[in-house]
């Protein structure tokens, strides 16, 4: 039994054991980790303000794939922090094997909706939307 968890204070993405606290791995992203993992299927999938999503091995915390939403990678301080301006500040959702996510942090820059196949990291369709910049936990509904 493991409890993963990112942090936004070191980039990192963590499993331990559930019942000794004890660390197993921790991975380390190029910028801060805002919301917790997404499981499925023996992956572990997060988004980083980096820029990039992340797929790894929630065995032993190996890279699967990793994929950069941003358009290009521009960095820019911010909170004392260097970050991307297309941050993945969403969480990874996956449904029917597909990743879907946000990136993006100002509207005027451009936004993008991603969504990527669950296994393999391959890009399904990126879209620029507008007028908005999503932060938080993605949803799913049938309808």
């Known amino acids: 039994d493991s409890v993963y968890f990112g942090s936004s204070s070191d980039d990192k993405v963590y499993c331990l054991d559930s019942k000794t606290g004890e660390e197993r791995w921790a991975y380390y992203t190029d910028g801060p980790v805002r919301l917790a993992p997404t499981l499925n299927n023996g992956k572990v999938y997060v988004g980083s303000d980096d820029g990039n999503a992340y ?5 032993d915390g190996s890279l699967i794939w990793k994929y950069q939403a941003a358009p290009e990678n521009y960095r820019l301080s911010g909170n004392g922090r260097v970050v991307s301006k297309w941050p993945v500040r969403t969480g990874v959702l996956i449904r029917d094997g597909i990743a879907y996510f946000g990136a993006g942090l100002f509207k005027w820059e451009g936004v993008y ?3 990527l196949d669950a296994e393999t990291g391959e890009e399904i369709w990126k879209n620029k939307v507008e007028n908005l910049t999503p932060q938080g936990y993605l949803l799913a509904s049938p309808e």
């Open 55 to 59: 797929c790894l091995s929630a065995k």
């Open 113 to 115: 909706l991603c969504a």
